[in-house]
């Protein structure tokens, strides 16, 4: 990604493209120029945020209240094999139907 | 009306009290109600699937059980519906997303998951009649639920306008009848927003004080389930009955629950509320106005004390919103990929485009705008200046409320700038649609509970008919019990009560 202030450059449609592949969305053309089209209006507006000065201001994660507790390290049951495969669209001794992804050639 | 149908018009602690008594069956009711369901639903769009089966099924067994003495849970017999966010075992759950169906369109052939979230088990096990899974925006990303991947659900008070959103189909279940109570989830206004537009109460709780195991994460540093009700007390029921330490959510709170409907009743003389000036500046429709300072005087009136306080930062909410939520959700969505559950791109020749054709094809256009700009604002080069600086801004707001809870007990605000706007109004300019949750949004960052009663509706004009306006009441965090304690008195006063839509098939909701 390019490190220019953001402000300074608006988005355009290769970047959106880029963005796409890394989402894991297969976009048509017309997607992707409306997507640029929308993305650059809402960054304007959320470019308002640059009116603050945040120097010093810690950043909030998580507004929980509590500490997060610890389960035991005790094994339990898990999600019988069956029940675990019953809505995928595809199985294949008895697993995950996926295309290859492994390049044997 | 008939006796059977005044029975379904009885508050939702008369009827449980009823059941729980043995004067009136459990599947008496569920029968009335499934068939009052099938008269209305199709022209409201609450209901996504109905399990009619299911339903009378539980509702016998809940008589059989009152039948051998066993004492029956506080929602005996009561119809709860509940957000297709919400996973119910082995009934389908879409999130009203096409990417969560096996043939991408029919809700009913919905991914069916192997358990119950928390919640859902919690109401079923106090004995309500899970009615049916409700119409939403898709993956809770909207503010009208027209971003539903099946149909739009609509305002009973006018068929032409939204019933708010995330949580519509909810709202309009309890609005119009359908339903006593309902669960819904709040990320940015997700519960509060479509009570405020159909008149109903719903309550944000406390930030972790629900358990969200088998709620379908969107961004999870907001995300909250909470409850639907006709009235007050009946939100105040279903909220004790969830809320609580759940051993499959670590981000769940062990506080002690507090009796949320013991609340309703004391008094609140002496409570100081707090009025910021930045939630009645511009952008507030009139009306909206009128009603809400119409209800602060109601609440003066009942001996508490207005004071003015300042949340300055309220106008950078709806921006660290944008941000935060997205960022969140880019991640939270990337589990669906067409390999475990629901649609599958057929033909795809390698991994990669199963996963971008599945994606492309099972998410509609506002989930995917989103997964974008999260995704964009998680980039290295971009994610100083836009996650980082909206998680600084964040604290702002958070500090903000910290501030203001020193001088106030509770801040009151309005819910919506607007009241229920029409259908397609806003779908072709997301930053609009985004602004109708400028005043629900900063509760959501700051993690505190928040809720929404009616007040006074708008009058009727211009072939315009009375809509309803709701009052937002905030509190500090694990507070909630001060937010019923208000809205109870609020609600015995206010000139919304006892109104309810007519729905021109010859019956009011209630």
């Known amino acids: 990604m390019p490190s220019d202030p953001p402000a300074a450059r608006p988005i355009d449609e290769a970047e959106v493209r880029s963005i796409a592949r890394l989402a894991h969305l297969d976009l048509p053309d017309d997607e992707i120029q409306r997507l640029t089209t929308?993305?650059?209006?809402?960054?304007?507006?959320?470019?308002?945020?640059?009116?603050?000065?945040?120097?010093?201001?810690?950043?909030?994660?998580?507004?929980?209240?509590?500490?997060?507790?610890?389960?035991?390290?005790?094994?339990?049951?898990s999600l019988p094999h069956e029940l675990a495969l019953r809505e995928a669209p595809r199985v294949s001794e008895d697993g995950f139907e996926v295309p290859a992804f492994v390049d044997e050639g | 009306m008939s006796e059977n149908a005044s029975l379904l018009d009885r508050s939702m602690a008369d009827l449980a009290g009823l059941v729980a008594r043995g004067e009136v069956k459990a599947e008496l009711v569920a029968s009335l109600l499934l068939d009052r369901i099938a008269a209305r639903n199709a022209a409201l769009?609450?209901?996504?699937?109905?399990?009619?089966?299911?339903?009378?099924?539980?509702?016998?067994?809940?008589?059989?059980?009152?039948?051998?003495?066993?004492?029956?849970?506080?929602?005996?017999?009561?119809?709860?519906?509940?957000?297709?966010?919400?996973?119910?075992?082995?009934?389908?759950t879409t999130a009203a997303s096409r990417i969560l169906t096996r043939d991408g369109a029919d809700p009913a052939h919905g991914f069916r998951p192997p358990y119950d979230a928390t919640v859902v088990a919690r109401v079923r096990n106090a004995d309500a009649l899970l009615v049916g899974k409700t119409n939403m925006d898709e993956f809770a990303m909207g503010s009208s639920n027209e971003n539903s991947a099946f149909f739009p659900a609509k305002n009973p008070w006018d068929l032409t306008r939204t019933p708010g959103g995330s949580s519509g189909g909810s709202a309009v279940a309890v609005a119009a009848g359908l339903a006593h109570g309902a669960l819904g989830s709040d990320t940015g206004g997700s519960i509060r927003q479509p009570a405020a537009l159909t008149g109903t109460v719903g309550v944000k709780p406390t930030y972790g004080r629900v358990s969200r195991f088998g709620l379908f994460a969107f961004a999870s540093s907001l995300d909250q389930v909470g409850p639907f009700a006709s009235d007050v007390r009946g939100a105040a029921r279903i909220l004790r009955v969830i809320a609580g330490r759940d051993p499959h959510d670590a981000t769940s709170l062990a506080a002690p629950v507090d009796d949320y409907e013991a609340a309703c009743g004391r008094d609140v003389k002496g409570l100081r509320v707090g009025v910021p000036e930045e939630y009645f500046a511009k952008g507030l429709d009139p009306e909206v106005e009128a009603s809400v300072r119409a209800a602060l005087r109601g609440i003066e009136g009942l001996g508490c004390e207005l004071r003015p306080v300042r949340l300055p930062h309220t106008r950078y909410a709806v921006a660290t919103y944008y941000i935060i939520a997205t960022a969140e959700a880019s991640s939270n969505l990337a589990r669906y990929d067409g390999v475990r559950y629901g649609l599958r791109a057929k033909d795809a020749p390698d991994l990669g485009a199963l996963y971008a054709r599945t994606r492309a094809q099972g998410f509609g256009r506002e989930v995917k705008r989103r997964i974008m700009l999260g995704t964009y604002v998680l980039c290295a080069g971009y994610y100083d200046a836009y996650y980082l600086r909206a998680q600084r801004v964040r604290t702002l707001i958070r500090r903000d409320f910290e501030e203001a809870f020193k001088e106030v007990d509770v801040i009151a605000t309005p819910v919506s700038p607007t009241t229920a706007f029409r259908l397609g109004e806003r779908t072709e300019d997301p930053l609009a649609m985004y602004l109708a949750d400028i005043y629900t949004l900063p509760a959501s960052l700051a993690g505190v509970p928040a809720l929404s009663v009616p007040c006074a509706p708008t009058a009727p004009r211009d072939g315009t008919p009375s809509l309803p306006v709701g009052l937002h009441l905030v509190a500090p965090p694990l507070e909630e019990s001060r937010l019923f304690a208000l809205a109870h008195a609020w609600e015995q006063i206010s000139p919304a009560r006892g109104l309810r839509p007519s729905l021109g098939d010859g019956g009011s909701a209630r």
């Open chain 1, 38 to 77: 929308d993305l650059a209006s809402i960054l304007a507006y959320v470019r308002q945020l640059e009116e603050l000065d945040v120097s010093g201001v810690a950043p909030t994660s998580s507004v929980l209240l509590e500490r997060l507790p610890l389960r035991p390290d005790a094994p339990h049951e």
């Open chain 2, 45 to 92: 769009g609450a209901y996504l699937t109905v399990q009619r089966d299911e339903t009378l099924a539980a509702a016998r067994a809940i008589d059989e059980k009152r039948a051998r003495g066993e004492t029956l849970g506080p929602l005996a017999g009561v119809p709860i519906a509940i957000k297709d966010a919400l996973a119910t075992r082995d009934v389908p």
